[in-house]
């Protein structure tokens, strides 16, 4: 199970160099993206660089053809990946939409939560430094960024979450960062609003 979701999220990793490339993202038609990438674009950025600087530096030592074209396409799919997390974090956003609210962490992770199952949704900040980005503890699911979250999604029934690699759970609270929370919790807001009205 593990391996199949592994290169499904290699796969959409990829996949999103295109998306970006064409300056699309990943949303339904009625969806608004709700964003996250600035946490880690320095990072992923200043990772790429090094990734690159590291490639010059083993072309300077004389190997041997064939251990520099094995190093050569290491150094050429490591480029690739980081610059795949870094368009997947901008073109998987969060989104809200009349249906759900879909919580994403780039290509690897995306949770729909029906509008319908939400009790109450607010901004607030929370440090997570020391944790996984990702941990699901008694019924609450933390999807950080930086070892940040600043949403919190409260619902009204456990939701079933499906980590990276396949694992399920069940959450009852859903934390997350979004780069402009007050703007994300009145997207959320608005939708649940408009679907309580109908």
Known sequence: MGARHYLRNERRTFA????ALRGRKALDDDAVALPYSAAQRSFLVVFAVVTVVEGLLFALVRFGPAVH???AVLEVYSLLLVVGLLCSATVY???ASPREVRVRHG????VPVPV???AAVRARSEDHSGKRALTLQD???T?????????VLELRHPVTVTRPLGRTGEARVIKFYATDPRAA???IEEVAQRRRAR
């Open 116 to 118: 319908t199952a939400i």
């Open 107 to 110: 290509a690897h992770l995306d």
């Open 16 to 19: 999103a160099i295109g998306l």
């Open 69 to 71: 074209v094995v190093l």
């Open 93 to 95: 956003p969060h989104s």
């Open 143 to 151: 999807v950080a960024q930086s070892w940040q979250t600043n949403v």
């Open 139 to 141: 019924g609450t699911f």
């Open 185 to 187: 919790v009145a997207a």
